[in-house]
């Protein structure tokens, strides 16, 4: 079973949020451990539509296959999607730990906030680059989690826009210990400190770390630690 308090109650932090986005999909299972072994502290899925981002992802089934395979990783859903609600039942049946959706689609957020607890998830709320933090400000004790987007969705390999650490700086005195904020888009070796000073405590990176030769490497660096090998 799955840590199922990861959001709220973190054993450390930062955590390490791999993307399985640029995994190859055609080897995930091998992918997600491979990851995980590497010192990774959950998996990030980037649920996309078509409409709300212009890319089509992975759903429900996926999440499953996912679940049964790695009974105890913790699954960090993102919906960029036009109507996550319709999406809640569906993920925490498949085995979700954590649901986020946007708050450029919803207009009541806490209030699926709420189906999303009741459906046995933590809940989050992602921003887009273009949207005003002011948008966001006013639902955010209702959350067990914020996303600042870093990119504008829909792809992996993009690159950082480094004007939203405005947003993670103003939001992070606001948030309880229970409250994690979490950074998603373009984040690297060379932007990831900076996301780290601003607040941000859960770093989300796909080409980062799919993208590198050593998993455990790449998940250090995100991190902020020495490489494990180089530990005495
Ligand atoms: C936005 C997704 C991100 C993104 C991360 O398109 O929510 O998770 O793919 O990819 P990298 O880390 O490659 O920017
Ligand atoms: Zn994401």
Same mark, same amino acid.
């Given at each position: 079973?799955?840590?199922?308090?990861?959001?709220?109650?973190?054993?450390?932090?930062?955590?390490? %949020?791999?993307?399985?986005?640029? $995994?190859?999909?055609?080897?995930?299972?091998?992918?997600?451990?491979?990851?995980? &072994?590497?010192?990774?502290?959950? *998996?990030?899925?980037?649920?996309? =539509?078509?409409?709300?981002?212009?890319?089509?992802?992975?759903?429900?089934?996926?999440?499953?296959?996912?679940?049964?395979?790695?009974?105890?990783? !913790?699954?960090?859903?993102?919906?960029?999607?036009?109507?996550?609600?319709?999406?809640?039942?569906?993920?925490?049946?498949?085995?979700?730990?954590? !649901?986020? !959706?946007?708050?450029?689609?919803?207009?009541?957020?806490? &209030?699926? $906030?709420?189906?999303?607890? /009741? $459906?046995?998830?933590?809940?989050?709320?992602?921003?887009?680059?273009?949207?005003?933090?002011?948008?966001?400000?006013?639902?955010?004790?209702?959350?067990?989690?914020?996303?600042?987007?870093?990119?504008?969705?829909?792809?992996?390999? /993009?690159?950082?826009?480094?004007?939203?650490? =405005?947003?993670?700086? %103003?939001?992070?005195?606001?948030?309880?210990?229970?409250?994690?904020? /979490?950074?998603?888009?373009?984040?690297?070796?060379?932007?990831? &400190?900076?996301?780290?000073?601003?607040?941000?405590?859960?770093?989300? $990176?796909?080409?980062?770390? !799919?993208?590198?030769?050593?998993?455990?490497?790449?998940?250090?660096? *995100?991190?902020?630690?020495?490489?494990?090998?180089?530990?005495?």
């Amino acid at each position: 079973m799955a840590i199922r308090n990861l959001i709220t109650h973190p054993p450390a932090l930062p955590m390490v %949020a791999p993307s399985i986005l640029s $995994a190859d999909f055609a080897e995930l299972g091998d992918e997600c451990r491979a990851c995980l &072994a590497a010192g990774a502290d959950l *998996l990030h899925l980037d649920v996309m =539509d078509g409409h709300f981002v212009p890319n089509l992802t992975m759903g429900p089934a996926l999440c499953r296959s996912l679940r049964r395979a790695l009974p105890e990783a !913790f699954l960090d859903v993102h919906l960029m999607v036009e109507r996550p609600g319709d999406f809640i039942a569906p993920f925490a049946e498949a085995g979700a730990d954590h !649901f986020t !959706f946007h708050v450029e689609v919803e207009a009541d957020p806490p &209030a699926l $906030a709420e189906v999303v607890r /009741q $459906a046995g998830m933590t809940a989050g709320l992602a921003i887009n680059p273009p949207t005003p933090l002011e948008t966001i400000l006013p639902f955010v004790e209702a959350f067990d989690l914020i996303l600042v987007m870093s990119v504008n969705p829909g792809f992996a390999g /993009q690159k950082f826009m480094g004007e939203v650490l =405005d947003k993670t700086r %103003a939001l992070h005195p606001k948030l309880r210990a229970d409250q994690r904020l /979490q950074m998603d888009g373009g984040l690297n070796a060379q932007t990831v &400190a900076a996301c780290r000073e601003a607040g941000c405590d859960v770093l989300v $990176a796909a080409s980062a770390i !799919f993208g590198a030769p050593d998993y455990a490497h790449a998940v250090a660096e *995100l991190r902020g630690v020495p490489h494990p090998a180089a530990r005495s």
